[in-house]
């Protein structure tokens, strides 16, 4: 679910983490901000990461005016601090040079083809295990399981490895970009990784058809991206009317498996 922009035109930690703690009530599989509000996405979900427990937390962050190494390691930490529910929405965009002052890359997609796998590539520079924090011996590190990347490529020089050890899950959730674990799309088509549909939610739905509608498109994507109208109303409105129809014919959890929102990522509970 989105959460759209700030609350009242204004930032509001509280508000924002009162929306995901909502969402999480309602156990849907995530919550997203965008980069285009007020307010930095990263830096907002890390401040909601304590105050939930369970639902996944996705971070929009643009390949065209930022650095792969940086993206890297605020994903991760993200990561980190909410102990595996991090997502990170790839966002393509050549049309605000004037915002940041860089020209941007002639392809701009073969930029994110390259910066995507830059930042894999340092989530992957530390392996499991390479953490040993043994106060007895001194040792916090087994270099052994460190791995520079040299990578020498159109885009980006970078040499690793990434600065903070290797995230929860591994690698997080990507949504959007190449190599994505999900895709969003606004109309039905032949796309690749697991297909979300983006779903504008307001009251002029009824709940029993909303939930009807959901449940017949199930059978053609993973899932949906619901944009709630307005908040806390429509999200209120959707969690108290439209899951519980959802659950009681049994098309959506009643409770979440697992702790990393990869674990989410299961096509019979996709919603």
């Keep these: 679910m989105h959460l759209g922009i700030a609350i009242d035109g204004e930032f509001s930690l509280a508000e924002y983490a009162n929306l995901a703690r909502r969402a999480e009530n309602a156990k849907l599989d995530f919550v997203s901000l965008g980069d285009s509000g007020v307010a930095d996405p990263v830096t907002v ?4 990461a304590p105050l939930t427990s369970a639902i996944g937390l996705l971070a929009t962050v643009g390949t065209t005016f930022t650095e792969p190494y940086t993206v890297s390691k605020s994903i991760a930490t993200l990561d ?32 994110a ?20 924090r043994d106060r007895g011996t001194g040792r916090f590190l087994d270099r052994a399981k460190l791995h520079r ?5 159109r885009y980006f020089s970078v040499r690793g490895p990434a600065v903070i050890p290797r995230p929860p899950q591994g690698r997080p959730v990507i949504v959007d970009g190449p190599g994505a ?15 979300i549909l983006e779903v504008p ?10 939930a009807d509608d959901l449940i ?26 439209v899951v519980p129809i959802l659950m009681a014919r049994g098309a959506f959890r009643t409770e979440y498996r697992g702790t990393h929102f990869r ?3 299961v096509r019979s509970e996709a919603a």
């Design 45 to 48: 979900l890390a401040g909601i």
């Design 201 to 210: 939610v307001s009251f002029e739905d009824s709940a029993r058809q909303l």
């Design 149 to 153: 990347l040299d990578h020498e490529g």
């Design 80 to 111: 980190h601090v909410s102990h595996g529910r991090a997502g990170w929405r790839v966002r393509v965009s050549a049309d605000e040079v004037a915002r940041y002052g860089r020209v941007p890359a002639a392809d701009p997609l073969a930029e």
């Design 263 to 265: 674990d989410r990522l």
């Design 216 to 241: 017949r498109w199930h059978g053609l994507v993973d899932g949906f991206h619901l944009l709630p109208a307005t908040l806390p109303d429509t999200l209120d409105w959707f969690a108290g009317e």
């Design 181 to 195: 674990d999900m895709v969003f799309v606004k109309d039905f088509g032949s796309v690749g990784g697991r297909t």
């Design 113 to 132: 083809a390259e910066f995507v796998e830059v930042v894999t590539r340092l989530w992957d520079s530390w392996e499991d295990g390479a953490e040993i």
